[in-house]
């Protein structure tokens, strides 16, 4: 399903065990806003669910992609939501596939979900031109770190953003 103003991945899906990773449907939005609520719980529930229509109605600036892993119930499993970035830490082009978010029950963990999910992802950034995949993670969460690195992601640099009002 290709949204307007958004770039889809390919139709094609990918199964990982008793899971297959597809495109984000409608029909998707209450069980991907649960798993955005676990990624990014300080956000409100009301910021998730504006920001998910805005994406299926084709409004949004980013993600430019969302896939999800779903096992053979349609239960959703886990996301990753995608964009194309002029900048990345780390990276050479001006065009850069960007891993926004990227997610998985605990539950599904260790079971190549998450491996499946940046599979997938990867060939969406080389469907869009990308010939670097990018990432980040919060200093404090190990666990994606390791993850990352796992699936071949180099560490690059560690950052601390600071902000002040005008």
């Given at each position: 399903m290709?949204?307007?103003g958004h770039t889809s991945p390919s139709r094609s899906t990918s199964r990982s065990r008793d899971s297959i990773?597809?495109?984000?449907?409608?029909?998707?939005?209450?069980?991907?806003?649960?798993?955005?609520r676990a990624l990014w719980p300080a956000r409100a529930d009301s910021e998730h669910a504006a920001d998910i229509t805005e994406f299926l109605e084709g409004r949004a600036r980013e993600p430019l992609a969302v896939l999800v892993?779903?096992?053979?119930?349609?239960?959703?499993?886990?996301?990753?939501?995608?964009?194309?970035?002029?900048?990345?830490?780390?990276?050479?082009t001006d065009r850069v596939a960007y891993l926004?978010?990227?997610?998985?029950?605990?539950?599904?963990?260790?079971?190549?979900?998450g491996r499946a999910l940046i599979a997938a992802?990867?060939?969406?950034?080389r469907s869009q031109g990308c010939v670097e995949f990018?990432?980040?993670v919060e200093?404090?969460?190990d666990a994606s770190a390791a993850a990352h690195e796992a699936l071949g992601f180099t560490e690059v640099g560690r950052v601390r953003c600071f902000r002040k009002d005008l």
């Open positions: 290709r949204q307007a990773v597809r495109t984000v449907t409608p029909t998707d939005a209450a069980a991907w806003l649960r798993l955005r892993a779903a096992d053979k119930a349609e239960q959703l499993l886990g996301f990753a939501e995608l964009s194309i970035r002029a900048y990345a830490e780390g990276c050479h926004e978010g990227w997610y998985v029950v605990p539950a599904a963990r260790n079971q190549g979900i992802a990867e060939a969406w950034g990018a990432s980040d200093l404090i969460n």
